[in-house]
Structure formats: C-alpha cells, structure tokens
C-alpha cells in the first residue's frame, strides 16, 4: 500500500511539471568548420514539446491511485 501512495505522489508531481513547464529544453554543440587547428562549434537550442495531455494523465492517474489507496486503506 506504501508504493501505491508513494507513486500516486510521484506521478502527481509529474503532472504538476509538466504542465508548469510544457517541454524540456535542451543545448547542442555541433561543429560547423573543423581545419586544422581552426575549429567553429555552434549552440543550437531545442525543445521536446511536452503535450499538455501528458500531464493531465499523470496527474489523473496519480490522483485516482492515492483515492484508491485511501479507500482500501
């Protein structure tokens, strides 16, 4: 029962995040020139869009685990 209640929690901070931040952002080097000993790297900022549904899911979810737990409980 523990568990159930410990990723109930987990999963509602999840959801709180994801929705909070909608995507995680990320930096990347990637060479552009490379001669010799002259070198060019450039920083190239991405996203991984999170879809709002996937917070809702989790915050649903752990939701109904920690209701479930408190009636079995």
């Known amino acids: ?5 410990l990723i109930a929690i987990v999963l509602i901070a999840i959801g709180i995040i994801a929705f ?3 995507g ?3 930096t990347t080097r ?3 020139l490379d001669i010799g000993p002259i ?3 450039t920083e190239k900022t991405k996203t991984l ?3 709002p549904i996937v917070g809702a899911v989790a915050l649903v979810g752990g939701i109904v685990l920690l209701v479930m ?3 079995n409980g």
């Open 39 to 41: 070198q060019m790297t």
């Open 49 to 51: 869009p999170l879809p």
């Open 69 to 71: 737990g408190k009636k």
């Open 30 to 32: 990637e060479k552009v």
């Open 20 to 22: 909070a931040y909608q």
């Open 1 to 5: 029962m523990k568990t159930n209640m």
């Open 24 to 26: 995680i952002t990320y």
